[in-house]
């Protein structure tokens, strides 16, 4: 069966130092993966996606995400987060042929000043 | 461009009650739609996937007698909340697939608090 692990429930940077997430996935196959952001008391906003090709993808807001097959991770990162990254990111795959999302647990990010 | 509507975006029932909610896509055909459930300081859960003219697959410990949904066209989706209880207190997110099957479109979500 499929499942995504997001090992770090919190993490805790400075404004202005990089960041990266991590993301673990189980699935026999190539999966689809994707990085979404939930700010508070808000819906989930798609941050990027990976399906195939370059392993390293761009999303919104300078964050990008590299898929590792021989890790089975797609950790996300960034160069230098700004304190409105504050958020809760989660990490989910699909299935190709069969495109429902399975979340991982979510990691809170706090951006302190 | 494609976007996903949800109403209501919060509700107060009381315990036993029930709530409906609804998803509406615009811009685009949504095939299929997933509802999903986020309780307090938790992740999301799939609850069912829906796919016009074919039968609604439920996942483990959600049920049709719980959560009954309607899926009547391409545009539109509503789930039920039956019998509401604290357990079920959460963030309700509907996510549309478009035809093409690669792209989910998540609306901002149902609110469901009970009392």
């Known amino acids: 069966a499929q499942s995504v692990t997001q090992p770090d429930a919190r993490v805790t940077v400075s404004e202005g130092a990089s960041l990266q997430l991590r993301c673990k996935y189980s699935y026999s196959g190539t999966p689809y993966l994707f990085w979404y952001v939930q700010y508070p008391r808000q819906g989930l906003q798609l941050l990027l996606k990976?399906?195939?090709?370059?392993?390293v993808v761009q999303g919104v807001n300078g964050f990008e995400a590299e898929f590792s097959k021989s890790n089975s991770s797609f950790h996300l990162r960034k160069a230098s987060v700004h304190w409105s990254d504050s958020a809760v990111y989660f990490c989910a795959l699909s299935m190709p042929n069969y495109n429902v999302l399975y979340f991982g647990s979510g990691t809170k990010l706090t951006v302190e000043p | 461009g494609a976007l996903v509507y949800q109403y209501p975006r919060r509700t107060i029932c009381k315990s036993g009650t029930s709530m409906r909610m609804e998803c509406q896509a615009v811009?685009?055909?949504?095939?299929?739609v997933a509802w999903y459930r986020q309780s307090p300081q938790k992740t999301f859960e799939l609850i069912a996937l829906s796919t016009v003219n074919s039968a609604i697959k439920y996942e483990q410990n959600f049920t049709q007698e719980k959560f009954p949904i309607s899926h009547p066209n391409l545009s539109f989706s509503s789930m039920t909340v039956l019998n509401a209880y604290l357990e079920d207190r959460g963030l309700y997110l509907c996510?549309?697939?478009?035809?093409?099957?690669?792209?989910?479109?998540f609306g901002e979500g149902s609110r469901l608090i009970v009392v």
């Open positions: 811009g685009f055909q949504a095939t299929s």
């Open positions: 990976y399906y195939s090709g370059d392993p």
């Open positions: 996510g549309a697939i478009d035809s093409s099957g690669n792209t989910l479109y």
